[in-house]
Nanobody, 127 residues
Framework: QVQFVESGGGLVQPGGSLRLSCAAS????????IGWFRQAPGKEREAVAC????????IYADFVKGRFTISRDNARSTVTLQMNSLKPEDTAVYYC????????????????????WGQGTQVAVSS
């Protein structure tokens, strides 16, 4: 049984940092591109960052470029999202998932290519 578990969310002031972790079990993480997504109340789930399986490439949404960093540790089956310079608009539930259609991240990939969604971790940015 494949399971993804996100952790590390919380309440932080604008300009602060959080480090989210995604722990996978039941699959070989090195074989999959792994994405982080977020969903704010009343909004669609949107892609935040992706880490490729096939090489070390990464992709970021424009709204997090320069602030967020995705990294992976295949030996530990974990993917981390370091979030710096957080803004109130970053408030959302953050999810990780595996791309079942490709090993390399591309900007055109949609959330429908992903599966094994975790339960999410809440991030709230507020003063």
């Amino acid at each position: 049984q494949v399971q993804f578990v996100e952790s590390g969310g919380g309440l932080v002031q604008p300009g602060g940092s959080l480090r989210l972790s995604c722990a996978a079990s039941g699959l070989t993480m090195r074989d999959y591109a792994i994405g982080w997504f977020r969903q704010a109340p009343g909004k669609e789930r949107e892609a935040v960052a992706c880490s490729s399986a096939s090489d070390s490439s990464t992709i970021y949404a424009d709204f997090v470029k320069g602030r967020f960093t995705i990294s992976r540790d295949n030996a530990r089956s974990t993917v981390t999202l370091q979030m710096n310079s957080l803004k109130p608009e970053d408030t959302a539930v953050y999810y990780c998932a595996a791309n079942l259609m490709r090993r390399r991240c591309v900007a055109s990939a949609t959330k429908h290519e992903y599966d094994y969604w975790g339960q999410g971790t809440q991030v709230a940015v507020s003063s």
